[in-house]
């Protein structure tokens, strides 16, 4: 079995006006499904500086490491091929997004609020709610005092 490893992010943003939460995803070209960036490894590389350039080379978002959140999915995208995937929690205070060209259809900032139910896979729900998880334990305001979202 071919094993591949690529690591991504979870990347935040809070509105600076609402306080609202948002949590940015792709739109792959290739079947539509919506996922958080991230892409393989390259020689030399740690995890972290992995999923710092995959999320700028699909975003142009900037990322910086939010807490010690590290979350790993497995999975098969063909026969033969067994996939590791690492995440770990980002923030930006970037709004500005840019789509990188040919393989992704669209970056977006969904509330964080509507994220788990815009996410296509399993695994990446599974992601999002331990994150979600790990953000209410360390006291992560997910919205601002006084607002309904």
Not at 26 to 39: L, M, V
Not at 70 to 93: D, I, S
Request: with cysteine; aromatic share 6%; hydrophobic share 35%.
């Amino acid at each position: 079995m071919h094993h591949e490893k690529s690591c991504g992010a979870l990347v935040l943003r809070r509105d600076a006006n609402s306080g609202k939460a948002y949590i940015l995803m792709i739109r792959h070209k290739n079947g539509g499904h919506r996922s958080f960036p991230k892409g393989h490894m390259e020689r030399g590389e740690t995890e972290y500086m992995t999923a710092v350039r995959e999320v700028f080379e699909e975003t142009a978002v900037q990322i910086r490491i939010l807490s010690d959140f590290r979350q790993t999915v497995h999975y098969c995208p063909m026969p033969g091929v067994r996939k590791e995937v690492v995440y770990f929690l980002t923030e930006t205070l970037q709004e500005q997004v840019k789509p990188r060209e040919g393989e992704i259809a669209q970056v977006e900032w969904v509330p964080l609020e509507q994220a788990e139910s815009s996410l296509t896979h399993e695994n990446d729900k599974t992601v999002l709610r331990a994150a979600i998880k790990k953000l209410k334990k360390n006291g992560f305001p997910l919205q601002r005092a006084g607002t309904n979202g």
